[in-house]
């Protein structure tokens, strides 16, 4: 079931048109990914979610309910976090917390502590001296603590280290085993690749893919490192082959991921010596569509 | 500059007057503009000798004294005796203004918000961007002091020479250079901006009622603040030099201080503690309400110390009030009076028509404080929880309502009771409550306005300042400038009832109680409908 849908939502601001006719849709108890370059148009996909920005045109519902007009009882019961958090430079971390946690209603003082722990935080000390993660880690306990039944994330983990990455990742599987959704927008694929059943990927306001992993992952390529008795000969006219490389270490190639069984048995006539196979990633996914457009833009 | 210190302050220099290329045109053309406009109009107002005898009487009073300075040559009440008195102390204010807001926000806020670290970690000087930052205010102050001076004497008003005029524009700006270096000290000590240009705002206050009470009572009081300093020059009329030089010369003495705790702090710290803070929240601070309060709490202390300060200090010159103007037959017409009421009333009505002015400050502040929340983006951390946006305009709402009522009850309770101490009169303190009081709907107003900006047009709400800023003029200066009516009753603070001089007015007061609500309840209406930036 669909608890969180848009319909051909489209923003414009001024004469840019941020969101051009987006669909998403996230289900319960999935965890979303939702990831595109720089300036794609996150955000503000995010920020329409949460009625703070009206949307042009198109429609999007969470729990049923149109996220402008019932903006405050959706937010009762969704968590966010923004992906440039800014707080009040003369209150405590602990401080913002209470009030972020008391503000959606709902208290939970011994998840909030264990969070605290976990994520390591100092809750005395004033947002001012607060570094980036830190920043960071006052809205994710507070997201976390609260128990809502969706969890909005814009790019929570672009100022954590690896370790407090772990924690982060750990918590969104503790959720997701809670049968809680979760819509996050990223631009870590491993990070996509271990958390999420779907993802969309958006580029220029647009939707450009989207699926489950698995089926994103038709779309990919898996390379191959071989050495043969022989040389392989006719590989370059075969269908998804492609970018094939001689070395010392042997021949690389890239291959469709539909066409890999074709080419397997093709190679396997010339007397394989070693097959090394590297998995398919998002990452070239992605990076095929940011280089149709150069990557990047403005955030 | 050779020292590695001060490495590229010339560009950097040049980086500020980039970034402030509409700002500082915009503030040297209307302080030039307005102090040769102003001038030019005197000669209009007062073409004869006997006219200006007849104001520089009405002038001669503590109250004015308190208000705009001691008049200097009033015995010969020259055009430019005139300007030195009526104008100089009120522009070279606005001046202190210009110049602290400026330098805080190159200085203590770029720093705040992250900009000064990306240029520290150019091959910049450690002091370069504070260096900078005052070699464009001391260069914007030398251009205003130059091109108001050249103005005033290219008028070619008889009584405003070379000399005089060039030492109007010193004073403004030495004031401007002086004020200049009291921010840059405090962008040192202090840790945010609001800290900052909140302290340099404090001390031109103090030095402003200090030369209030000195220039009334002791003049040892007024030679202890530089505006006091400023007004000694008595130009146009003695034309003294030296008080420039002192001013310039505890500028530099301030510059120098603010180097050196620049170059010895950290990028980012202050000199002024700050403790470490509290693990969880108050009950208090768990709603928009206690946030938007508890931000802002600080700020609203002072103004409410300040408030009591300025009703204590105005009423204070009520002792000699009475005395005072029985002998003077022109201040009747000046006041227009009516028969059965005192001049003391007069007085008070007039005065509570600043003072409710003043108090819509603080007001405005805070329902502006929301929007300056939103340019941080910190609105949608509230928005995205269970917080609707009528309940959170309505809590700045409400306190920018009470704020203004306070502000209003502690400046007329600190006045009258000090008036009453100070003078035998059948005045009650209920009088000059109820006379400041009836102002509330005038301040709704502007809230409203205010209000109804933030819910459409966030990004214009200076506007509101503007309108407060004419209505100061025309209300309050309207009398010495004789301007038509319509131009007066543009301002809704025209249209209340002057207690206890008049009879309390139901019609005007509903009026504006009516708009005040229509303006607030539109507000709200554009506020539920408009993007939240952030
Ligand atoms: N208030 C606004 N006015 C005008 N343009 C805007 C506004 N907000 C966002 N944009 C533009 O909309 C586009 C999408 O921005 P958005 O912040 O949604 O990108 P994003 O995908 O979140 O990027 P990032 O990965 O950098 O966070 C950008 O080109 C941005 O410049
Ligand atoms: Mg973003």
Redesign the pocket.
């Known amino acids: 079931m669909a608890i969180l849908k848009t319909n051909q939502l489209t923003k414009q601001?001024g004469d840019?048109k941020?969101l051009d006719g987006v669909n998403i849709e996230v289900n319960e108890g999935e965890v979303y990914g939702f990831i595109?370059p720089?300036?794609?148009?996150?955000?503000?996909t995010i920020r329409v979610l949460l009625g703070v920005l009206k949307a042009s045109s198109g429609e999007a519902t969470i729990f049923g309910q149109d996220v402008w007009k019932d903006a405050v009882a959706i937010h009762k019961r969704i968590a966010y976090v923004p992906?440039d958090v800014n707080l009040w430079p003369n209150l405590t971390g602990g401080e913002v917390i209470d009030l972020f946690v008391k503000l959606r209603g709902g208290n939970n003082q011994s998840r909030r502590e264990e969070l605290i722990k976990k994520f390591d935080l100092d809750p005395t000390k004033k947002c001012r001296t607060y570094s980036k993660g830190n920043r960071q880690k006052v809205a994710l306990i507070a997201a976390f603590s609260s128990d809502a039944d969706l969890y909005i994330l814009d790019?929570p983990t672009s100022g954590l280290d690896p370790l407090m990455e772990r924690v982060f990742q750990e918590s969104v599987i503790d959720l997701k085993r809670e049968g809680k959704s979760i819509l996050l927008s990223s631009?870590i694929l491993s990070e996509v690749e271990k958390l999420c059943d779907r993802v969309g990927i958006i580029r220029q306001g647009h939707i450009i893919e989207s699926g489950t992993l698995h089926e994103l992952r038709h779309l990919t390529r898996t390379h191959l490192l071989v050495e043969t008795k022989q040389p392989i000969t006719s590989l370059e006219g075969m269908k998804g082959v492609h970018d094939i490389e001689e070395s010392e270490k042997g021949l690389s190639i890239q291959v469709d991921s539909e066409e890999l069984d074709q080419v397997l048995q093709h190679i396997s006539q010339f007397g394989v010596v070693k097959l090394e196979s590297a998995p398919p990633t998002l990452e070239d996914l992605f990076m095929r569509h940011y280089e149709s457009t150069g990557a990047g833009?403005?955030? | 500059m050779a020292n590695p210190l001060f490495n590229q302050t010339w560009k950097l220099s040049r980086f500020i007057l980039r970034r402030d290329r509409f700002k500082l045109p915009i503030w040297l053309l209307s302080l030039t503009g307005i102090t040769i406009l102003i001038a030019e109009s005197f000669t209009g107002l007062y073409p004869t000798d006997e006219s200006r005898e007849s104001i520089a009487q009405t002038m001669v009073n503590p109250a004015m004294t308190a208000m705009v300075g001691p008049g200097y040559g009033l015995d010969n009440y020259t055009i430019g005796a005139m300007m030195a008195h009526q104008m100089l102390l009120f522009t070279a204010i606005t001046v202190a203004i210009m110049s602290i807001l400026i330098v805080a926000n190159h200085t203590r806020a770029d720093e705040e918000d992250g900009n000064l670290e990306m240029i520290r970690a150019l091959p910049t000087g450690r002091l370069s961007n504070l260096s900078a930052t005052i070699v464009v205010l001391l260069g914007v102050n030398v251009v205003l002091a130059m091109a108001s001076g050249l103005g005033l004497y290219a008028l070619g008003i008889e009584s405003m020479d070379l000399q005089g005029s060039l030492l109007y524009g010193a004073a403004l700006g030495a004031t401007g250079f002086f004020f200049t270096s009291v921010t840059a000290l405090f962008a040192q000590l202090s840790e945010s901006s609001r800290g900052t240009i909140g302290l340099s705002f404090t001390v031109l206050g103090v030095a402003y009622f200090l030369r209030a009470i000195g220039d009334v009572s002791n003049e040892a009081f007024s030679w202890a603040s530089p505006l006091g300093w400023i007004l000694g020059t008595e130009v146009y009329v003695n034309n003294y030099w030296w008080p420039i030089v002192l001013t310039c010369g505890v500028s530099v003495l301030f510059i120098l201080i603010a180097l050196y705790l620049s170059s010895i702090r950290d990028l980012g710290a202050g000199f002024l503690p700050s403790k470490p803070g509290k693990k969880n929240a108050s009950p208090f601070l768990q709603s928009p309400l206690g946030l938007a309060l508890r931000l802002q709490r600080t700020g609203l202390i002072s103004w409410a110390v300040g408030m009591v300060f300025l009703g204590v200090s105005y009423g204070s010159v009520f002792g000699d009030l009475d005395s005072f103007f029985n002998d003077m037959e022109v201040m009747e017409e000046f006041l227009s009076p009516v028969a059965g009421v005192s001049i003391t009333e007069q007085f008070t009505a007039k005065l509570m028509s600043i003072i409710s002015m003043i108090c819509t400050i603080p007001a405005l502040m805070v329902l502006f404080k929301l929007k300056g929340e939103e340019k941080k983006n910190r609105v949608e951390h509230l928005l995205g929880r269970a917080v609707s946006r009528t309940r959170l305009l309505g809590s700045y709402f409400v306190i920018s309502l009470i704020t203004g009522f306070v502000m209003l009850s502690l400046a007329a309770l600190g006045l009258g009771s000090v008036a009453l101490s100070v003078m035998d009169s059948s005045m009650s303190l209920g009088t000059f409550y109820s006379s400041a009081m009836v102002y509330m709907p005038a301040m709704a107003v502007m809230i409203g306005i205010a209000a109804l900006l933030v819910g459409f047009l966030p990004n214009i709400t200076g506007f509101t300042w503007l309108y407060l800023g004419y209505s100061f003029f025309v209300v309050y200066l309207g009398g010495m400038f004789q301007f038509e009516e319509w131009v007066g009753n543009m301002s809704p603070f025209a249209h209340v009832p002057q207690l206890p001089v008049q009879e309390m007015e139901w019609g005007s007061t509903s009026a504006l109680i009516v708009i005040a609500v229509a303006l607030i309840v539109a507000g709200f209406a554009g506020y539920n409908k408009r993007d939240i930036?952030g």
């Open positions: 601001f840019f941020a595109g720089n300036g794609a148009g996150k955000s503000t992906g790019e631009h833009g403005a955030s | 930036q």
